[in-house]
Protein backbone atom coordinates (compact mmCIF):
# COMPACT_ATOMS: atom_id res chain seq x y z
CA UNK A 1 0.00 0.00 0.00
CA UNK A 2 0.91 3.06 -1.00
CA UNK A 3 1.91 6.02 1.72
CA UNK A 4 -1.14 7.79 1.01
CA UNK A 5 -3.46 4.84 1.07
CA UNK A 6 -1.50 4.00 4.52
CA UNK A 7 -2.30 7.13 6.12
CA UNK A 8 -5.61 7.61 5.10
CA UNK A 9 -5.98 3.65 6.84
CA UNK A 10 -4.76 5.16 9.59
CA UNK A 11 -6.80 8.18 9.53
CA UNK A 12 -10.00 5.74 9.43
CA UNK A 13 -8.78 4.04 12.03
CA UNK A 14 -8.41 6.81 14.30
CA UNK A 15 -11.68 8.31 13.75
CA UNK A 16 -12.96 5.07 13.98
CA UNK A 17 -11.25 4.60 17.28
CA UNK A 18 -13.04 8.11 18.72
CA UNK A 19 -16.17 7.27 18.01
CA UNK A 20 -16.79 4.15 19.46
CA UNK A 21 -15.14 5.33 22.76
CA UNK A 22 -17.30 8.88 22.25
CA UNK A 23 -20.98 7.23 21.23
CA UNK A 24 -20.58 4.58 23.89
CA UNK A 25 -19.83 7.32 26.80
CA UNK A 26 -22.42 9.09 25.80
CA UNK A 27 -24.83 8.07 23.02
CA UNK A 28 -25.04 8.04 18.91
CA UNK A 29 -27.12 11.11 19.04
CA UNK A 30 -24.97 12.96 21.63
CA UNK A 31 -21.58 12.94 20.04
CA UNK A 32 -21.24 15.22 17.72
CA UNK A 33 -18.60 15.29 14.83
CA UNK A 34 -16.19 18.13 16.46
CA UNK A 35 -16.05 15.91 19.34
CA UNK A 36 -15.05 12.72 17.05
CA UNK A 37 -12.51 14.85 14.89
CA UNK A 38 -11.02 16.35 18.77
CA UNK A 39 -10.55 12.90 20.05
CA UNK A 40 -9.40 11.46 16.97
CA UNK A 41 -6.92 14.89 16.88
CA UNK A 42 -8.15 15.40 13.23
CA UNK A 43 -9.72 18.53 11.30
CA UNK A 44 -13.53 18.75 11.12
CA UNK A 45 -13.17 18.33 7.31
CA UNK A 46 -11.13 15.24 7.85
CA UNK A 47 -14.25 13.20 9.07
CA UNK A 48 -16.57 14.18 5.74
CA UNK A 49 -13.61 13.39 3.82
CA UNK A 50 -13.36 9.81 4.84
CA UNK A 51 -17.31 9.70 5.66
CA UNK A 52 -20.20 10.90 4.61
CA UNK A 53 -22.16 11.54 7.62
CA UNK A 54 -22.00 10.75 11.56
CA UNK A 55 -24.16 7.65 10.64
CA UNK A 56 -21.91 6.47 7.86
CA UNK A 57 -19.89 6.80 10.00
CA UNK A 58 -21.47 4.89 12.76
CA UNK A 59 -22.42 2.46 10.44
CA UNK A 60 -18.91 1.47 8.66
CA UNK A 61 -17.93 1.32 12.63
CA UNK A 62 -20.43 -0.64 13.53
CA UNK A 63 -19.57 -3.29 10.20
CA UNK A 64 -15.49 -3.20 11.01
CA UNK A 65 -15.64 -4.13 14.20
CA UNK A 66 -18.39 -7.07 13.80
CA UNK A 67 -16.20 -8.38 10.95
CA UNK A 68 -13.25 -7.97 13.16
CA UNK A 69 -14.57 -10.36 15.33
CA UNK A 70 -16.02 -12.81 12.51
CA UNK A 71 -12.22 -13.03 11.41
CA UNK A 72 -10.80 -13.78 14.76
CA UNK A 73 -13.57 -16.48 15.36
CA UNK A 74 -12.97 -18.38 12.18
CA UNK A 75 -8.79 -17.64 12.37
CA UNK A 76 -9.18 -19.58 16.28
CA UNK A 77 -11.38 -22.29 14.74
CA UNK A 78 -8.91 -23.08 11.65
CA UNK A 79 -6.06 -22.91 14.11
CA UNK A 80 -7.72 -25.62 16.31
CA UNK A 81 -8.57 -27.73 13.07
CA UNK A 82 -4.55 -27.41 12.35
CA UNK A 83 -3.68 -28.93 15.94
CA UNK A 84 -5.78 -31.84 15.27
CA UNK A 85 -8.34 -30.87 17.92
CA UNK A 86 -12.44 -31.73 17.74
CA UNK A 87 -14.97 -29.36 16.56
CA UNK A 88 -15.60 -28.71 20.19
CA UNK A 89 -12.23 -28.12 21.23
CA UNK A 90 -12.68 -25.28 18.02
CA UNK A 91 -16.06 -23.96 19.77
CA UNK A 92 -14.07 -23.26 23.31
CA UNK A 93 -10.99 -21.78 20.53
CA UNK A 94 -13.67 -19.49 19.46
CA UNK A 95 -15.20 -18.66 22.79
CA UNK A 96 -11.05 -17.89 23.87
CA UNK A 97 -11.09 -15.34 20.90
CA UNK A 98 -14.09 -13.69 21.76
CA UNK A 99 -13.38 -12.92 24.96
CA UNK A 100 -9.70 -11.77 23.72
CA UNK A 101 -11.11 -9.49 21.15
CA UNK A 102 -13.74 -8.13 23.67
CA UNK A 103 -11.01 -7.16 26.15
CA UNK A 104 -9.39 -5.30 23.59
CA UNK A 105 -12.62 -3.25 21.96
CA UNK A 106 -14.77 -3.20 25.38
CA UNK A 107 -16.59 -0.09 24.01
CA UNK A 108 -16.97 -1.55 20.68
CA UNK A 109 -18.42 -4.81 22.59
CA UNK A 110 -20.86 -2.29 24.43
CA UNK A 111 -21.80 -0.26 21.61
CA UNK A 112 -23.20 -3.29 19.68
CA UNK A 113 -24.78 -4.83 22.59
CA UNK A 114 -26.80 -1.18 22.97
CA UNK A 115 -27.85 -0.98 19.30
CA UNK A 116 -28.24 -4.77 18.55
CA UNK A 117 -31.92 -4.54 20.10
CA UNK A 118 -32.87 -0.98 18.24
CA UNK A 119 -35.04 -1.20 15.36
CA UNK A 120 -35.15 2.45 14.45
CA UNK A 121 -31.67 2.99 13.25
CA UNK A 122 -30.70 3.44 9.56
CA UNK A 123 -28.04 0.80 9.78
CA UNK A 124 -30.19 -1.89 11.11
CA UNK A 125 -30.39 -4.44 8.70
CA UNK A 126 -26.21 -3.66 7.86
CA UNK A 127 -26.19 -4.66 12.05
CA UNK A 128 -28.10 -7.73 11.10
CA UNK A 129 -25.83 -8.84 8.09
CA UNK A 130 -22.62 -8.56 9.92
CA UNK A 131 -24.38 -10.31 13.23
CA UNK A 132 -24.59 -12.85 10.69
CA UNK A 133 -21.24 -13.28 9.11
CA UNK A 134 -20.06 -13.70 12.55
CA UNK A 135 -22.66 -16.29 14.10
CA UNK A 136 -22.35 -18.52 10.33
CA UNK A 137 -18.80 -19.12 11.78
CA UNK A 138 -19.70 -20.58 14.49
CA UNK A 139 -22.94 -22.75 12.90
CA UNK A 140 -20.37 -23.72 10.74
CA UNK A 141 -18.09 -25.55 13.04
CA UNK A 142 -21.52 -26.82 15.07
CA UNK A 143 -22.71 -28.28 11.64
CA UNK A 144 -19.49 -30.14 11.22
CA UNK A 145 -19.21 -31.13 14.74
CA UNK A 146 -22.72 -32.74 14.09
CA UNK A 147 -21.29 -34.21 10.43
CA UNK A 148 -18.42 -36.22 13.11
CA UNK A 149 -20.56 -37.62 15.62
CA UNK A 150 -19.22 -35.24 17.95
CA UNK A 151 -22.40 -33.54 18.69
CA UNK A 152 -26.44 -34.80 18.70
CA UNK A 153 -28.35 -34.39 15.32
CA UNK A 154 -31.18 -33.04 17.46
CA UNK A 155 -29.21 -30.07 17.84
CA UNK A 156 -30.81 -26.65 17.01
CA UNK A 157 -27.89 -25.68 14.66
CA UNK A 158 -28.84 -22.09 14.51
CA UNK A 159 -30.22 -21.71 17.86
CA UNK A 160 -27.46 -22.76 19.26
CA UNK A 161 -24.88 -20.81 17.65
CA UNK A 162 -26.91 -17.43 18.34
CA UNK A 163 -26.71 -18.53 22.18
CA UNK A 164 -22.99 -19.47 22.06
CA UNK A 165 -22.86 -16.44 20.12
CA UNK A 166 -24.92 -14.31 22.71
CA UNK A 167 -23.34 -15.79 25.87
CA UNK A 168 -19.57 -14.53 25.17
CA UNK A 169 -21.35 -11.11 24.85
CA UNK A 170 -22.77 -10.95 27.96
CA UNK A 171 -20.76 -12.79 30.44
CA UNK A 172 -17.95 -10.52 28.92
CA UNK A 173 -19.65 -7.58 29.66
CA UNK A 174 -20.61 -8.72 33.36
CA UNK A 175 -17.02 -9.85 33.59
CA UNK A 176 -16.06 -6.45 32.74
CA UNK A 177 -18.56 -4.33 34.69
CA UNK A 178 -18.72 -6.02 37.73
CA UNK A 179 -15.84 -8.68 38.14
CA UNK A 180 -12.96 -6.54 36.32
CA UNK A 181 -10.70 -8.25 38.92
CA UNK A 182 -10.94 -11.65 37.27
CA UNK A 183 -8.49 -12.27 34.20
CA UNK A 184 -9.64 -13.54 30.65
CA UNK A 185 -8.62 -17.03 31.46
CA UNK A 186 -10.54 -16.90 34.79
CA UNK A 187 -13.92 -15.86 32.56
CA UNK A 188 -12.48 -18.54 29.27
CA UNK A 189 -12.44 -21.30 32.22
CA UNK A 190 -15.75 -20.83 32.98
CA UNK A 191 -17.81 -20.99 30.30
CA UNK A 192 -15.70 -23.74 28.70
CA UNK A 193 -16.65 -26.19 31.49
CA UNK A 194 -20.28 -24.30 30.28
CA UNK A 195 -19.74 -25.64 26.97
CA UNK A 196 -18.06 -29.03 27.47
CA UNK A 197 -21.05 -29.75 29.52
CA UNK A 198 -23.83 -28.76 27.80
CA UNK A 199 -22.84 -28.75 24.10
CA UNK A 200 -19.44 -30.71 24.19
CA UNK A 201 -21.84 -33.60 26.29
CA UNK A 202 -24.26 -33.71 23.67
CA UNK A 203 -23.14 -36.62 21.73
CA UNK A 204 -21.73 -38.81 24.79
Known sequence: MDSSGTRRQNTRRKLFEAAVTLIAEQGFSSTTVDEIAERAGVAKGTVYYNFASKSVLFEELLRHGIELLADSLQRAADESAERGGRRVDALDAM???????????????????????????????????????????????????????????????????????????VAALDWQSYQPERSVEEVHSALSRLLQGRVGGAGR
Open 95 to 169: IGAGLDFISRYPALTQLYVAELWRTNRAWQSTLMQVRQKAIAVIESVLREAVAADELSPEIDVPLTASALFGMVL
